[in-house]
C-alpha cells in the first residue's frame, strides 16, 4: 500500500511533475490532449499522492484497492505521469506513448496496470464505477470507487442515467469528481448547451454534491479526506471541482482553441518555461 | 438423431421465459456472486428469484447503457451477471456499452434477450429483433446463443455462466413444446434432424431460432415428396462450428438457409462463406429471409412468414418447384 507524506510542497512538485510528463509525453508521442489533462492535473496529484486512493503498483489487481475510472479518458496523460512515476509500469512506456503496439494508446485501456477499463467514449465510467460500488455494497467490501467525469462529458444522457441508479440505491462509497472546467472539446459548455449547476443536477438525483476549487490542496484533500469516512448505505458523494482547462500553461489556459492541438515551435519553448524550464534528463 | 416432431400441438407445451428464469434462479441460489439485472422487465420467474435473492435481482429502470455500464462494473468485480430485457433495445440502445464496457475485457456477463425474431412482429420496428445478429457477430469474445425450444434456452444459460464471458441468448416468447431432451448433445452447437442417420440425402435445410420448427414441417412435406433431407439447427451462431457445417454439408446438391432476419444480417451469407468453399458440386443455395427493409406496421409471425416465403409450405416448394439432376 502506499503511504506518502501529505504536505503541500510536495503535492505541489508532484502536480508540476505531472504536468511536465504530460508534456513531455504528448512531445514524443506527437500527439496528446495536453489541455485537458492540465485540468484534472491537480485533482489526479491529490488522489494519487495525498494518501486517498488505496492502491499497490506491486499489485495492481489487489482484491481490496479502491478502484478509480478516468472517465474522461482522452485526459489520460495526467493518469500515464502517475501510474508510471508510482511503479504501475516503466517510464521508459511514455516515450512510446501512442506508437504502434505500445502500451499506451491516446485513450487509456484495460491492459494498463493500474486502469480498470477502458475510457474515452464518454459516458460509460460512471455506470461502470456504479457497478463496482454496487458489488462493494453487496459484499460489505471496504473500497471506495472514484470516478472523475469530464464537465462536457456531463451532457450524455448515460451520465444522468447512472446518477439516478447511483442515487436511489444509496452507493455511498461511489465519488464522482467532475471537472468543471466550463469547456467541451470546441467551446464553452454554457454556450451550446448549458449544464449550469452541476452540484444541482446530482443533488436533485439524490447525491451529496459539494464544490471545491480543483487547483486547491488544501480543499481538494479536505473533501478527499472526508470522502473516505462515508459508509456503504448513504448518498453518493459528488465532487464539482472548478477547473481551468490548460492550467498552468498561460496559452493553454481557458481556451476553446486548445484542446487536442499540440504546441508547435516557440509555444514548445514557452510551454517549458512556465513548467520550469527545458527537462534536461526527463 | 433426434426423432422428428410431429403433432407439435398436441404436445405439452412450456414458456422460454419460465425455462429461462428456472435456470437462472438455480445459478443465483447456488452461487451468491451471480446477479441479475432488468430495464424494468418483468417475468414471474424473477419475481420467484427477487424472493429469496432480492438484493441480488436489481431493476435498474428503463436505462439501457447504464443497466450494462453496471453489468460490466459488477463483473469487474467478482460478480457474473444476468442482463435481461428486450433484445433490440438492449442491443441497440447499449451496443457501445456492449463492446466497450463489457466485451473488450471479455467479463462474464450475460444477456438475455427476448424478443428474437418476430416474436414482438405486431410491435413494429421497435421491437423487432431482426438485426441484431449481424451486430452481436462482428464482437469478439461474444457468444450468440439462438435456442428454438426450453431445453436448449436452458442449456444456453447453463453454457454460458460455465463459459463466463460475455454471452448473448436470444430467446423467444412462444409456447413450444420440447424438443431436444438430456439425450441430445448440445455442445456441437448445430443440432441435426435426419430420419436416417446413415442415409444419402440430397439437401438441407438449415435455420435457427423460431424458423426451425418451420424448417422441420418442410422437411416432412419434402419426405412425403419423397425427397430426404436434413434440417440443422444452428444453436450457437458465434462461436459457429464450421468444420461441422462443412462436413455435413459438403456433398449435398442444395442448402435453403431459413431465417427471420434482414437480408444483411442474415446467416444465409454467413453460412455461404463456409459452405460454398468445400462444396463445389452444390446446384442450389438458396437463403429465405426478411428482405432489405423495415417491417412498418404490424406484422404477426405467421403473416410474415407467409409474406416472406418462410413458411413450410414456401421452404418445401423452393425445391419442388425446382428439381435437382
Given at each position: 500500500?502506499?503511504h506518502?507524506d501529505?504536505?503541500?510542497?510536495?503535492l505541489?512538485?508532484?502536480?508540476?511533475?505531472?504536468?511536465?510528463?504530460v508534456?513531455?509525453t504528448?512531445?514524443?508521442?506527437?500527439?496528446?490532449?495536453?489541455?485537458?489533462?492540465?485540468?484534472?492535473a491537480?485533482?489526479?496529484?491529490?488522489?494519487?499522492?495525498?494518501?486517498?486512493?488505496?492502491?499497490?503498483?506491486?499489485?495492481p489487481?489487489?482484491?481490496?484497492?479502491?478502484?478509480f475510472?478516468?472517465?474522461?479518458?482522452?485526459?489520460?496523460?495526467?493518469l500515464?505521469?502517475?501510474?508510471?512515476?508510482?511503479?504501475?509500469?516503466?517510464r521508459?512506456e511514455?516515450?512510446?506513448f501512442?506508437?504502434?503496439?505500445?502500451?499506451?494508446?491516446?485513450?487509456?485501456?484495460?491492459?494498463?496496470p493500474g486502469?480498470?477499463?477502458?475510457?474515452?467514449?464518454?459516458?460509460?465510467?460512471?455506470?461502470?464505477?456504479?457497478?463496482?460500488?454496487?458489488s462493494?455494497?453487496?459484499?460489505?467490501?471496504?473500497?471506495?470507487?472514484?470516478?472523475?467525469?469530464?464537465?462536457?462529458?456531463?451532457?450524455e444522457?448515460s451520465?444522468?442515467?447512472?446518477?439516478m441508479?447511483?442515487?436511489?440505491?444509496?452507493?455511498g462509497?461511489?465519488?464522482?469528481?467532475?471537472?468543471?472546467?466550463?469547456?467541451?472539446?470546441?467551446?464553452?459548455?454554457?454556450?451550446?448547451?448549458?449544464?449550469?449547476?452541476?452540484?444541482?443536477?446530482?443533488?436533485?438525483?439524490?447525491?451529496?454534491?459539494?464544490?471545491?476549487?480543483?487547483?486547491?490542496?488544501?480543499?481538494?484533500i479536505?473533501?478527499?479526506?472526508e470522502?473516505?469516512?462515508?459508509?456503504?448505505?448513504?448518498?453518493?458523494l459528488?465532487?464539482?471541482?472548478?477547473?481551468?482547462?490548460?492550467?498552468?500553461?498561460?496559452f493553454?489556459?481557458?481556451?476553446?482553441?486548445?484542446?487536442?492541438?499540440?504546441?508547435?515551435?516557440?509555444?514548445?519553448?514557452?510551454?517549458?518555461?512556465?513548467?520550469?524550464?527545458?527537462?534536461?534528463?526527463? | 438423431?433426434?426423432?422428428?416432431?410431429k403433432d407439435?400441438?398436441?404436445?405439452?407445451?412450456?414458456?422460454?421465459?419460465?425455462?429461462?428464469?428456472?435456470?437462472?434462479e438455480?445459478?443465483?441460489?447456488?452461487?451468491?456472486?451471480?446477479?441479475i439485472?432488468?430495464?424494468?422487465?418483468?417475468?414471474?420467474?424473477l419475481?420467484?428469484?427477487?424472493?429469496f435473492?432480492?438484493?441480488?435481482v436489481?431493476?435498474?429502470?428503463?436505462?439501457e447503457?447504464?443497466?450494462?455500464?453496471?453489468?460490466?462494473g459488477?463483473?469487474?468485480?467478482?460478480?457474473?451477471v444476468?442482463?435481461y430485457?428486450?433484445?433490440?433495445?438492449?442491443?441497440?440502445?447499449?451496443l457501445?456499452?456492449i463492446?466497450?464496457?463489457?466485451?473488450?475485457?471479455?467479463?462474464?456477463?450475460?444477456?438475455?434477450?427476448?424478443?428474437?425474431?418476430?416474436?414482438?412482429?405486431?410491435?413494429?420496428?421497435?421491437?423487432?429483433?431482426?438485426?441484431?445478429i449481424?451486430?452481436?457477430?462482428?464482437?469478439?469474445?461474444?457468444?450468440?446463443?439462438?435456442?428454438?425450444?426450453?431445453?436448449?434456452?436452458?442449456?444456453?444459460?447453463?453454457?454460458?455462466?460455465?463459459?463466463?464471458?460475455?454471452?448473448?441468448?436470444?430467446?423467444?416468447k412462444?409456447?413450444?413444446?420440447?424438443?431436444?431432451?438430456?439425450?441430445?448433445?448440445?455442445?456441437?452447437?448445430?443440432?441435426?434432424?435426419?430420419v436416417?442417420e446413415?442415409?444419402?440425402?440430397?439437401?438441407?435445410?438449415?435455420?435457427?431460432?423460431?424458423?426451425?420448427?418451420?424448417?422441420?414441417?418442410?422437411?416432412?412435406?419434402?419426405?412425403?415428396?419423397?425427397?430426404?433431407?436434413?434440417?440443422?439447427?444452428?444453436?450457437?451462431?458465434?462461436?459457429?462450428?464450421?468444420?461441422?457445417?462443412?462436413?455435413?454439408?459438403?456433398?449435398?446438391?442444395?442448402?435453403?438457409?431459413v431465417?427471420?432476419?434482414?437480408?444483411?444480417?442474415?446467416?444465409?451469407?454467413?453460412?455461404?462463406r463456409?459452405?460454398l468453399?468445400?462444396?463445389?458440386?452444390?446446384?442450389?443455395?438458396?437463403?429465405?429471409?426478411?428482405?432489405?427493409?423495415y417491417?412498418?406496421?404490424?406484422?404477426?409471425?405467421?403473416?410474415?412468414?407467409?409474406?416472406?416465403?418462410?413458411?413450410?409450405?414456401a421452404?418445401?416448394?423452393?425445391?419442388?418447384?425446382?428439381?435437382?439432376?
Amino acid at each position: 500500500m502506499i503511504h506518502l507524506d501529505i504536505n503541500f510542497e510536495f503535492l505541489n512538485k508532484k502536480a508540476l511533475q505531472i504536468r511536465r510528463t504530460v508534456l513531455q509525453t504528448a512531445i514524443w508521442g506527437g500527439k496528446g490532449h495536453i489541455p485537458p489533462a492540465f485540468s484534472w492535473a491537480d485533482i489526479a496529484t491529490a488522489l494519487f499522492y495525498g494518501n486517498i486512493l488505496q492502491i499497490n503498483p506491486q499489485n495492481p489487481k489487489w482484491i481490496d484497492r479502491d478502484r478509480f475510472i478516468l472517465s474522461k479518458g482522452h485526459a489520460c496523460l495526467s493518469l500515464y505521469a502517475a501510474l508510471s512515476d508510482l511503479g504501475f509500469f516503466s517510464r521508459e512506456e511514455l516515450k512510446f506513448f501512442a506508437g504502434n503496439g505500445s502500451l499506451l494508446p491516446g485513450h487509456p485501456d484495460a491492459e494498463i496496470p493500474g486502469v480498470e477499463v477502458c475510457s474515452g467514449s464518454l459516458g460509460h465510467g460512471l455506470s461502470v464505477g456504479a457497478g463496482m460500488a454496487t458489488s462493494a455494497k453487496l459484499g460489505g467490501l471496504p473500497w471506495f470507487t472514484y470516478v472523475v467525469l469530464g464537465d462536457g462529458e456531463c451532457h450524455e444522457g448515460s451520465i444522468w442515467e447512472a446518477a439516478m441508479y447511483s442515487g436511489h440505491q444509496k452507493l455511498g462509497r461511489l465519488i464522482a469528481i467532475v471537472d468543471r472546467n466550463m469547456l467541451g472539446a470546441t467551446d464553452f459548455t454554457e454556450n451550446y448547451a448549458s449544464l449550469g449547476s452541476i452540484a444541482a443536477r446530482f443533488e436533485a438525483f439524490g447525491w451529496e454534491a459539494v464544490e471545491v476549487d480543483g487547483h486547491n490542496f488544501h480543499e481538494l484533500i479536505q473533501v478527499l479526506r472526508e470522502s473516505r469516512k462515508r459508509s456503504l448505505g448513504e448518498r453518493p458523494l459528488c465532487i464539482v471541482a472548478k477547473t481551468t482547462k490548460g492550467k498552468g500553461v498561460d496559452f493553454m489556459e481557458n481556451s476553446k482553441y486548445w484542446h487536442h492541438q499540440m504546441p508547435k515551435g516557440d509555444q514548445i519553448d514557452l510551454a517549458w518555461e512556465m513548467l520550469g524550464g527545458v527537462p534536461k534528463n526527463d | 438423431m433426434i426423432e422428428l416432431v410431429k403433432d407439435m400441438l398436441e404436445k405439452q407445451c412450456f414458456d422460454f421465459r419460465d425455462a429461462v428464469f428456472n435456470t437462472v434462479e438455480a445459478i443465483i441460489e447456488k452461487d451468491q456472486n451471480a446477479v441479475i439485472l432488468t430495464n424494468d422487465m418483468g417475468a414471474m420467474g424473477l419475481d420467484k428469484i427477487s424472493k429469496f435473492a432480492p438484493n441480488r435481482v436489481i431493476n435498474v429502470g428503463i436505462t439501457e447503457q447504464n443497466m450494462v455500464g453496471v453489468a460490466a462494473g459488477l463483473a469487474l468485480s467478482g460478480k457474473t451477471v444476468f442482463v435481461y430485457g428486450i433484445l433490440s433495445h438492449v442491443v441497440f440502445r447499449a451496443l457501445e456499452q456492449i463492446k466497450l464496457d463489457v466485451c473488450v475485457q471479455n467479463l462474464p456477463v450475460i444477456f438475455i434477450g427476448v424478443g428474437s425474431g418476430l416474436a414482438y412482429g405486431v410491435d413494429g420496428p421497435t421491437h423487432q429483433g431482426v438485426e441484431d445478429i449481424a451486430v452481436l457477430r462482428a464482437l469478439p469474445n461474444m457468444t450468440i446463443f439462438n435456442p428454438c425450444d426450453v431445453y436448449s434456452a436452458s442449456y444456453s444459460i447453463n453454457k454460458s455462466y460455465e463459459k463466463q464471458s460475455p454471452c448473448f441468448i436470444r430467446i423467444d416468447k412462444e409456447n413450444l413444446p420440447q424438443l431436444y431432451s438430456s439425450q441430445d448433445d448440445l455442445n456441437s452447437g448445430l443440432l441435426v434432424h435426419s430420419v436416417d442417420e446413415g442415409g444419402v440425402k440430397s439437401g438441407a435445410i438449415i435455420s435457427s431460432g423460431m424458423l426451425v420448427w418451420s424448417a422441420l414441417k418442410a422437411k416432412e412435406i419434402l419426405l412425403n415428396a419423397g425427397i430426404d433431407c436434413s434440417v440443422i439447427d444452428i444453436l450457437c451462431i458465434k462461436p459457429l462450428n464450421i468444420n461441422l457445417l462443412q462436413e455435413l454439408t459438403k456433398n449435398l446438391a442444395w442448402v435453403i438457409v431459413v431465417e427471420e432476419a434482414m437480408s444483411p444480417s442474415c446467416l444465409g451469407e454467413l453460412m455461404a462463406r463456409h459452405i460454398l468453399i468445400k462444396n463445389k458440386n452444390i446446384q442450389q443455395y438458396v437463403t429465405l429471409n426478411l428482405g432489405d427493409s423495415y417491417l412498418l406496421g404490424s406484422a404477426k409471425r405467421e403473416w410474415a412468414w407467409e409474406k416472406f416465403g418462410l413458411t413450410a409450405d414456401a421452404i418445401a416448394k423452393v425445391i419442388l418447384e425446382r428439381p435437382m439432376n
